[in-house]
């Protein structure tokens, strides 16, 4: 991507190197990669199942603790970490446009949280096992930028657009937020049975593929921040992001009825529409019957 002389956001909060304990945290999250792209781009999805949790008394209460001190970054860490302020100022400035012509009204955008090993958010305490994911009870996603490592070194999807693709993802959960659909489809899946609730996670979640590619196409607009092979590096993260992909590649097989983010193809498809669209009027993910997904 070409981001040279880009705006950095300013809606970033930086936890990295801050310490934090827990009286109680998430159950049964192992610090291992697959498991964290088993909840991968889950988005809102994760972050108001836990805030259900939270709402419940499940987690308990949360306690962080004083930093113990700023450690050092590395060099390849402190440019990711550029690089994800560049990409969300990208999103700030495209949704805004977005939002004034379709008459949606003011997009107020999200607030990037860095973090290190763990993290507090309204949605509960998260491990960076669980990947980057929204919290719509304080509109704020997350990443550890250490997720970008294990990407390329365990899956081999790699390269600066699948990483803005990683982001733009979580930031497509925040418009699902604004818009109302994230609610809604959430209302709707925590009245339905497992198999159901499933296919409506998979919906939310291939729309924020769609809104993904819909940034990127106007991102290149605004700023020509498009190269040559941006587009297939996106697409091979897709790839490798489905849960069918993940599944075959944990267990050596997959279970279509556990499916919560929509198969290699789904994703593919979904990412690359709303590159070449541009257009809000085709994410009619919740229109389609589950074949033509």
């Known amino acids: 991507m070409k981001l040279t002389g880009r705006r950095e956001s300013s809606n970033v909060e930086d ?5 934090m304990g827990t009286k109680a945290g998430i159950g049964g999250i192992g610090g ?3 498991i964290a792209l088993f909840t991968f781009l889950q988005g809102g999805n994760f972050g ?46 495209v949704w805004s446009r977005i939002f004034q012509e379709n008459g949606y009204g003011q997009y107020t955008p999200p607030t990037l949280v860095l973090f290190t090993d763990q993290v ?17 009870g304080d509109q704020k996603l997350y990443i550890d930028l250490s997720f970008f490592t294990q990407m390329k070194a365990q899956l081999g999807a790699d390269g600066d657009f699948a990483y803005a693709y990683v982001i733009a993802h979580e ?8 818009l109302g ?10 009245r339905a049975d497992k198999v159901t609730a499933n296919k409506l996670s998979v919906r939310l979640e291939l729309l924020a593929d769609f809104y993904a590619g819909v940034w990127a196409h106007h991102d290149n607009e605004l700023f020509g921040s498009i190269e040559q092979g941006d587009l297939e590096e996106a ?4 790839k490798k992001i489905g849960d069918n992909y993940l599944q075959e590649k944990a267990r050596g097989y997959s279970q279509p009825e556990s499916f919560t983010h929509g198969t290699s193809a789904q994703r593919m498809k979904w ?3 709303g590159f070449m669209t541009g257009d809000m009027k085709q994410g009619r993910t919740f229109d389609l019957s589950d074949d033509e997904l």
């Open 235 to 238: 697409i091979d993260c897709a």
């Open 181 to 190: 659909t994230l609610n809604q489809a959430h209302q709707a899946m925590s």
């Open 120 to 136: 507090n958010s309204a949605c509960g305490s998260a491990s960076a096992a669980v990947g980057p994911f929204y919290c719509s």
């Open 32 to 34: 291992i990669i697959i």
């Open 15 to 19: 936890r990295r190197g801050m310490g």
């Open 271 to 273: 990412l690359k529409l």
């Open 171 to 178: 930031v497509g959960h925040h418009v699902e937020y604004l």
């Open 48 to 93: 108001d199942v836990i805030n259900n949790v939270v709402q419940q008394g499940g987690l308990g209460s949360v306690v962080e603790e004083q930093a113990s001190g700023q450690r050092e970054f590395t060099p390849e860490e402190e440019e990711l970490a550029k690089f994800s302020r560049i990409i969300l100022a990208g999103t700030e400035d």
